[in-house]
């Protein structure tokens, strides 16, 4: 029986390893392509190589911010006066309000600025989901006149979350990416606002820089850089090629929208010189929402397999299926970490009843789990230490982040439940008063990279 239970043990172990080792050797070729610049010149895979790295002096496309809105009166005002002050010369602003029961768009249509704009959507056709919102926008933008006279490849749309703030000098970054007529889209990167509040919010931030900071950039020479729900930049162009109704209904409808841009033949872009800040989530059943949310979309994405499959090619083909079908990974490797535990628990009783060695697998996957761990804290603390935080706090969250990353597999299986059980309605995240919220922004620079101020 003692065999038994050590086979047993070390046979759990050895798959929990297997799959664990899978995943650091994929993030780890990601981290070091992160590391370097794609190539300027030449073309790689028959693909164009970025040519908006060999010129400067871009010019200035149309710029139209879109915020759809279900009750966010505790932020849009302070939102609305940020994007004001940006320093863009052709910038409109759309506010979509999507059948809010509080004061959203009355707030927004008070804001004494004449570049602002309310859309009100209203019942049975409103809260349906943020893609329909977005499309109900871009309708309005190519049916009002917002952008008359103008060529839609120089019309660029930022769809940005009501919280968000973006540092200051992000158009002087996003517009030079735009000048090669073959980019479709480009996401910046996204951070945390209130990282230092408590741990989930920290937890957060350092799963958003990892994403955005490794595989976003990483994901450049594989030409399948996503897109994200905040902080993402689209020319009318490449919207206009989707159809009239460019977002799906899908609970992730940026993950939807920038596959089928790949699958047009459009690049995506990430732009890691600027970021948007948002709140992050300070409590656990939200969060566990959110991420349900998330990962039932992911889900539903799966029908954009066929199109990846016939449409693309090459890396950048398999890079996209394995990120569409990643779930189903998540659902083995969570049977197999319950299992990990109930023989380990297994066990160390019997290590305590007989006086055995511990397996020498346990090292083993000590050193696979946290060593990719060790080398992506040090990315995040060289970002962080500007702030204050010191490297061995760093080096302490990091082992914690696979306990926080674990939490996805209830978000997973709770998606799996509703997908099956066929409920599919969006729930929003709440937001905090934007007042209560730190501002990480950078200080605000001119469009040629010089700051005003302090």
């Not at 000048?179 to 350092?206: C, S």
Request: proline share 5%; aromatic share 8%; charged share 20%.
């Amino acid at each position: 029986m003692t065999c038994v239970g050590g086979c047993g043990t070390d046979m759990v172990v050895a798959l929990n390893v297997f799959l664990i080792l899978a995943s650091a050797a994929y993030g780890l070729v990601l981290f070091v392509l992160s590391r370097v610049e794609p190539s300027a010149s030449g073309r790689h895979d028959g693909i164009r190589a970025p040519s908006w790295q060999k010129r400067r002096g871009a010019p200035m496309p149309a710029l139209i911010f879109v915020l759809p809105c279900l009750n966010e009166e505790k932020v849009i005002a302070a939102s609305l006066v940020r994007l004001s002050a940006l320093r863009y010369p052709d910038m409109q602003i759309l506010v979509v309000d999507d059948g809010s029961d509080d004061r959203t768009a009355e707030i927004a249509a008070r804001h004494d600025a004449p570049r602002v704009t309310v859309l009100r959507r209203s019942l049975p056709h409103a809260r349906e989901g943020k893609g329909e919102a977005l499309n109900a926008a871009v309708q309005y933008i190519v049916g009002s006149g917002m952008c008359a006279g103008r060529d839609p490849r120089d019309v660029v749309l930022c769809v940005l979350d009501a919280d968000g703030r973006l540092d200051p000098h992000v158009m002087d970054e996003v517009r030079h990416i735009l000048t090669d007529p073959h980019v479709g889209a480009v996401q910046i990167g996204v951070r945390i606002n209130n990282r230092d509040r408590n741990l989930l919010a920290r937890m957060q931030d350092i799963e958003f820089v990892l994403h955005t900071e490794i595989f976003q950039r990483g994901r450049r020479h594989l030409r399948s850089v996503g897109l994200g729900g905040n902080g993402q930049f689209v020319r009318l162009a490449a919207l206009n090629s989707l159809g009239v109704r460019p977002w799906s209904t899908n609970l992730t409808e940026d993950l939807d929208i920038g596959v089928r841009l790949l699958q047009a033949g459009w690049r995506i872009e990430f732009c890691a010189a600027a970021a948007v800040h948002q709140q992050g989530i300070e409590s656990l059943r939200p969060w566990v929402r959110q991420r349900t949310r998330w990962f039932q979309g992911h889900l539903q994405s799966w029908a954009l397999i066929p199109g990846v499959l016939s449409r693309t090619s090459g890396r950048q083909k398999l890079d996209l299926v394995y990120n569409l079908t990643s779930p189903f990974l998540l659902f083995v490797s969570s049977l197999l970490s319950v299992g990990f535990w109930l023989s380990l628990v297994s066990a160390l009783l019997l290590m305590i009843g007989d006086g055995r060695m511990p397996s020498p697998w346990w090292a083993s996957a000590y050193v696979v789990t946290f060593g990719p761990m060790i080398v992506y804290g040090t990315l995040y603390w060289r970002i962080e230490r500007q702030s204050g935080v010191s490297f061995w706090r760093v080096m302490l969250l990091m082992h914690l982040f696979p306990l926080y990353t674990s939490l996805w597999y209830l978000a997973g299986w709770r998606a799996f439940a509703r997908a099956i059980t066929r409920r599919n309605a969006w729930a929003k995240t709440d937001r905090v008063d934007d007042d209560a919220m730190p501002a990480h922004t950078a200080p605000l620079p001119t469009l040629d990279g010089g700051h005003h101020g302090d």
